[in-house]
């Protein structure tokens, strides 16, 4: 089955730039999403369609998708920005996560 | 706006029944497949399946045909996830989420209800 896989933990300075990296085979030649959830909440869509903001999503949220990699990078990252984050992708019609990646703001 | 209302907490014994409801506002509920999602304590998100809620017609991920049911009441814009002989490992929390489709059999989920925590314990 594919898989997605992400880097357990992410550490960053306020004001800084993080990368959060999402490996899978070819996952270039599919669209990936991203998600933030926060202690006690719900998942919530921060990128679809590999670099595709929703509404209300702040600007320093942005992606890439390409070969075997996707990234979310958030620039300028604020406190408020300190969650897990979750990659997603599809594969033969099969929703796929991956393992999740901790991002804390220090 | 859209929005998705789940059913509230479950504390279940092994070898019960638990049915958790997903009330969607906001949109027409049949343009969009429902999906489910499970989190178990600590852990990452698992997708369980979706339903048509056009032709209420199932798709259920490995790991989750036999005890699982998907279902729909389209009148009250409502799906729901039943799960039948209850085990301690069924013990976390199930959201379900719209799934906005793209193309090639893909889209995104958005938005999610807000989970239910169900608890398996004797």
């Known amino acids: 089955s594919y898989e997605l896989t992400q880097p357990p933990s992410v550490s960053v300075s306020p004001g800084q730039t993080a990368s959060i990296t999402c490996s899978g085979d070819?996952?270039?030649?599919?669209?990936a999403c991203w998600y933030q959830q926060k202690p006690g909440q719900s998942p919530v869509l921060v990128i679809y369609?590999?670099?595709k903001r929703p509404s209300g999503i702040p600007e320093r949220f942005s992606g890439s998708n390409s070969g075997n990699t996707a990234t979310l990078t958030i620039s300028g990252t604020q406190a408020m920005d300190e969650a897990d984050y979750y990659c997603?992708?599809?594969?033969?019609?099969?929703?796929?996560f991956g393992g999740g990646t901790k991002l804390t703001v220090l | 706006q859209v929005q998705l209302v789940q059913s509230g907490s479950e504390l279940k014994k092994p070898g019960a029944s638990v049915k958790v409801s997903c009330k969607a506002s906001?949109?027409?509920?049949?343009?969009?497949?429902m999906n489910w999602v499970r989190q178990a304590p600590g852990q990452g998100l698992e997708w369980m399946g979706w339903?048509?809620?056009?032709?209420?017609?199932?798709t259920y991920a490995q790991g989750f045909t036999g005890r699982f049911v998907f279902s729909l009441d389209t009148s009250v814009s409502t799906a729901y996830l039943q799960i039948s002989s209850l085990k301690a490992e069924d013990t976390a929390v199930y959201y379900c989420?719209?799934?906005?489709?793209?193309?090639?059999?893909?889209?995104?989920?958005?938005?999610w209800g807000q989970g239910t925590l169900v608890t398996v314990s004797s």
């Open positions: 906001g949109y027409t509920f049949t343009s969009y497949a």
């Open positions: 989420a719209r799934l906005v489709p793209a193309a090639g059999n893909s889209g995104w989920f958005d938005p």
């Open positions: 070819k996952l270039g030649g599919k669209s």
């Open positions: 997603q992708a599809w594969d033969s019609s099969t929703a796929v």
């Open positions: 339903i048509n809620t056009n032709t209420g017609n199932p």
């Open positions: 369609q590999d670099t």
